[in-house]
C-alpha cells in the first residue's frame, strides 16, 4: 500500500482516503441541509498547512473554501456544479505540497 497524501471527511462520518475526482463528487453529491452538511478534504498529518471544504448553502449552491497557509492562500467560493467543484478540487490538491512526494 503507498503512503497516504490526503483524505476527505464528510459530517455523516464517512472518510475516503486520497479520494479521486469521482470519490470527491459522490461526497459531494450526498450532502443534504440537515445532517450532512460538509465535506472536508486534507492532508493525513498532525497540523495540515491547507486544506478545502465543500459545504450545502442552501438553495444558492455549495461555499467552497480553499486555504493554504503556506501560499498565503484563502478563498471563499460559491458553485452550483458538483462536477465542476469535485474537478476544481482534485487539480487544486495536485498542486498541494506533499513532503516525499
Known sequence: MGRLYYRADSEDGDRIDDPSEDALFMMISDLNGSDNTFVVVKPDEGDPVWFASVTV??????????????????????????????????VWMAARHFPGR
Open 57 to 90: 448553502a442552501g438553495e444558492r449552491g455549495y461555499e467552497v473554501v480553499r486555504r493554504d497557509t503556506s501560499r498565503s492562500e484563502h478563498e471563499v467560493t460559491m458553485a452550483t456544479s458538483i462536477n465542476d467543484i469535485a474537478r476544481d478540487l482534485t
